[in-house]
């Protein structure tokens, strides 16, 4: 889930909480270059704020998730906007 963060420029990325999941990863990219990642973040929470975000640009955010059993797929991008 993503959602407008506290100030300009961030955005809030949370997961829900997957059984036996230890890594949570996610990447940033502008929605023009899907590809072109400006931001990737792993961690353990399952919510992360995104922050020096450009405002008024469309940012495109995946993520997935690694357990014992390795990384999964990452999941289609979700795309916002950071005012």
């Known amino acids: 889930m993503l959602g407008l963060g506290v100030r300009s420029g961030e955005l809030n990325a949370s ?7 230890s890594v ?5 990219a ?5 590809t072109q990642y400006i931001k990737r973040i792993q961690t353990t929470a399952a919510i992360r704020v995104f922050a020096g975000l450009t ?13 014992s059993a390795g990384p999964g ?6 795309r916002l906007m950071a005012v």
């Open 30 to 34: 502008p929605a023009s270059a899907p």
């Open 15 to 21: 997961t829900i909480l997957i059984p036996n999941s």
């Open 55 to 67: 405002p008024g640009q469309i940012d495109a955010v995946d993520a997935n998730v690694a357990g």
């Open 73 to 78: 797929d990452w999941s289609d991008a979700a």
């Open 24 to 28: 949570y990863n996610r990447r940033v």
